[in-house]
């Protein structure tokens, strides 16, 4: 029996490798975001000689929106594949500060921090939108990006709120 118990432990141990393409194919949706930016700053930078104040901040706003964006997915992939897969060998790199300091409890701080920000640019470029819509604005599609929004910062209190009742106990736990 503990040669059977081995076996299926080495099997399910070594599961942990059908991560990795879901971390590479991640690192490629990097590279399409790298794309669509350079579309959008190519966009931005053309429509700038006739641009509104107004239009300079919605663009602005639009490249912050993507670069949260592509942080949050190296975040995923950094600290997911460290957690889960393998540690990275830097090999020569210098490794980034936050690598080394964050655990899950972390990521998942962080992975909500950079959801929020892309919600609050969300509801401001739809308020920025309204001047440029002329008509009236659509009450109901703002209602609800104020809504989520407000339900993702709740989110986020609650994750920050856990994880201080939380820690406590791992102090404990490591005393």
């Given at each position: ?22 971390y ?31 239009d ?23 600290s997911?594949?460290?957690?889960f ?11 980034p ?8 409890g ?15 640019i ?43 009742i ?10």
């Amino acid at each position: 029996m503990p040669r059977f118990e081995r076996i299926i432990e080495a099997i399910l141990f070594q599961s942990r490798w059908t991560l990795a393409p879901f971390y590479l194919g991640l690192a490629f949706c990097l590279l399409l975001m790298l794309f669509h930016f350079g579309r959008e700053l190519l966009h931005f930078v053309v429509k700038m000689p006739t641009a509104t104040e107004s239009d300079v901040i919605l663009g602005i706003l639009s490249l912050i929106d993507l670069t949260f964006t592509a942080n949050l997915v190296l975040i995923v992939i950094f600290s997911g594949y460290e957690n889960f897969v393998s540690k990275f060998e830097a090999g020569g790199y210098t490794r980034p500060d936050w690598m080394t300091k964050v655990d899950f409890g972390g990521l998942k701080q962080k992975l909500m921090t950079s959801i929020v920000a892309i919600s609050a640019i969300q509801v401001l470029k739809a308020f920025m939108n309204i001047e440029q819509s002329g008509g009236s604005p659509d009450h109901v599609k703002l209602a609800w990006l104020v809504g989520i929004h407000v339900l993702f910062l709740g989110s986020l209190l609650a994750v920050v709120i856990a994880d201080r009742i939380s820690e406590p106990a791992k102090s404990a736990g490591k005393e």
